[in-house]
């Protein structure tokens, strides 16, 4: 009985790992081009709000994480900015490695708005 009960629980272990398959080359290359726009889009809309500007911030995403690079004039860009990435479609999460100097603490944020291609959280 006992040899059998062991039998039984060494056969089911492989049952138990979970082991996730590895990535297809095309897996990887699909989730490298998702990646790509996320990164494209966040930047592009931090491009456009006027309390961050251009050039300024720079997206690295990994997975639909994103990890925010460069500075911002007050804690209200740095909110801005951290809002505008988290309404990029596929984002799901916002990491933030901004330089903060001194600035205002409320600005005229865009977001939610409707950016050419992309669509909100509540579309």
């Known amino acids: 009985m006992a ?10 272990c492989s049952l138990f790992s979970r082991k996730k398959p590895a990535d297809t080359p095309a897996m990887i290359a699909a989730r490298q081009a998702e990646d790509a726009r996320i990164a494209h889009e966040v930047e592009a809309r931090l491009a456009a709000e006027p309390s961050i500007g251009g050039g300024k911030v720079r997206a690295q995403v990994e997975r639909g994480e994103v990890t925010l690079f460069g500075g911002v004039t007050g804690f209200g860009a740095l909110r801005c900015a951290e809002r505008n990435a988290g309404l990029v479609r596929g984002v799901r999460l916002v990491i933030d490695q901004l330089v903060l100097d001194p600035g205002p603490r409320d600005v005229r944020c865009l977001a939610p708005r409707v950016f050419p291609g992309t669509r909100t959280a509540s579309q």
């Open 3 to 12: 040899v059998l009960a062991m039998a039984g629980s060494a056969a089911g």
